[in-house]
């Protein structure tokens, strides 16, 4: 996972994870539709608008509210790429790892279609827009490994299965 690069959306503070999901629909059997109706309450047309590789940039608090991990589940399989916030709730910050969706903790000045790429591993997040570039808390690199597998659970798998090839 050297670059994340996509067109960024953006959002205000205190985006709940009732938002990011709401209620409603967590009763839904696939991952497609989870992914159908993510962020609607903000933008009911944002699930159809939203492209393979976007970056969410929001303000403070993102994911707060409950803990629920069809959140970030939703958004990753909507096609967001990564999360940038000025700050996470924990425990959304912690589901979005788990399921190997990035989350960067940064104050980042970007509009709506701005096109950003991110390095996680050199702390560095360009708007290719405005030309401006932004410095983040480099990624640590066993944050790294679990991103670039997908998530905690294929992390450990993988790791079990090389320790049996071993």
Same mark, same amino acid.
């Given at each position: 996972?050297?670059?994340?690069e996509?067109?960024?959306w953006?959002?205000?503070?205190?985006?709940?994870?009732?938002?990011? #999901?709401?209620? $409603?629909?967590?009763?839904?059997?696939? @991952?497609?539709?989870?992914? *159908?109706? &993510?962020?609607?309450? %903000?933008?009911?047309t944002?699930?159809?608008?939203?492209?393979?590789?976007?970056?969410?940039?929001?303000?403070?608090?993102?994911?707060?509210?409950?803990?629920?991990?069809?959140?970030?589940?939703?958004?990753?399989?909507?096609?967001?790429?990564a999360?940038i916030?000025?700050?996470?709730?924990? #425990?959304?910050? $912690?589901?979005?790892?788990?399921?190997? @969706?990035?989350?960067?903790? *940064?104050? &980042?000045?970007?509009? %709506?279609?701005?096109?950003?790429?991110?390095?996680?591993?050199?702390?560095?997040?360009?708007?290719?827009?405005?030309?401006?570039?932004?410095?983040?808390?480099?990624?640590?690199?066993?944050?790294?490994?679990?991103l670039e597998?997908g998530?905690?659970?294929?992390?450990?798998?993988?790791?079990?299965?090389?320790?049996?090839?071993?």
């Amino acid at each position: 996972m050297e670059k994340i690069e996509g067109k960024s959306w953006k959002f205000r503070d205190s985006i709940d994870t009732d938002v990011i #999901i709401p209620g $409603r629909y967590l009763r839904v059997f696939t @991952l497609d539709e989870l992914a *159908a109706h &993510v962020m609607e309450p %903000e933008d009911p047309t944002f699930a159809q608008k939203v492209q393979k590789g976007d970056i969410i940039v929001a303000g403070w608090n993102f994911g707060c509210g409950s803990s629920r991990e069809q959140a970030p589940v939703a958004l990753k399989h909507a096609g967001i790429s990564a999360i940038i916030a000025k700050s996470f709730a924990r #425990i959304f910050y $912690r589901n979005a790892i788990n399921v190997g @969706l990035p989350v960067v903790v *940064a104050d &980042v000045d970007a509009q %709506e279609g701005d096109f950003l790429c991110i390095s996680l591993k050199k702390g560095i997040i360009e708007n290719k827009t405005t030309g401006k570039t932004f410095k983040i808390q480099p990624f640590k690199k066993f944050m790294l490994e679990i991103l670039e597998n997908g998530g905690l659970v294929k992390h450990y798998l993988k790791k079990e299965k090389n320790k049996e090839i071993q």
